[in-house]
């Protein structure tokens, strides 16, 4: 599942059967601090009632889309699942303790050894 | 999906059975502003009526084939449907 915020809307007269009736945004993804993360998108089926500028989850995987979707041969693969309200994150990367490691494998040295 | 802008068509006489009947459009993949993304590659045509210049959305990979019947086809990547309007934006005042 990727982090998202819903950059756009497309509109298409002419388009498969299967995308008749169902909303298309544009989903740019974030990192969980809101930053863009690279240039990476997707223009998702939207089932929850989102809009522009809501930061969603999309799920980006065919066979869980299809499921979502009722629709076994349908040709589609990210749907927004959810619209999220809040984000709280903790250290992202707490501090390893480096060099305390227990040791390193080698001829004769087992990590048991004292 | 993505966005993509139709740069050319191409035809071909000899292909294998599954992908007989199939129209081909030469894609080129676009970021969600619509700047260029990368190298144009091959797509069939699942809405049947894209052509030139054309802003529209291909589906990649296992969907591709899905857009097709029968959906088996060796198909990787397809146009779904041709663009009418397309917003975007991606700055805001309340972040």
Redesign the interface.
Known sequence: MILGRV??????????PF?EGRK?L?V?AIKPD?S?DG?N????VDIVDSG??DIVLVEDE?NTARQLLSAP??????VIVGVVDMITMGDPMPDLPVGEATGYLGEGDSPGDA | ???GRVIGTMVCNQKVDGIKGLKFLIVRPL??DLSV?GDPFVATD?????GEDDLV?Y??????A??HDP?FVPVDH?V???????????T?EN?
């Open positions: 950059c756009g809307t497309v509109v298409a007269t002419v388009q498969h995308y298309q544009v740019r809101g863009w240039d998108y997707r223009v998702c522009m500028g065919g041969n349908g040709p589609v693969r990210s | 999906m993505k966005v970021n969600a993304a699942s809405s049947d009526q894209a959305t589906e990649e990979s296992r969907e591709a899905l857009c959906w397809a779904v449907g041709i663009i009418s309007q397309y917003v975007y934006q991606d805001w972040p």
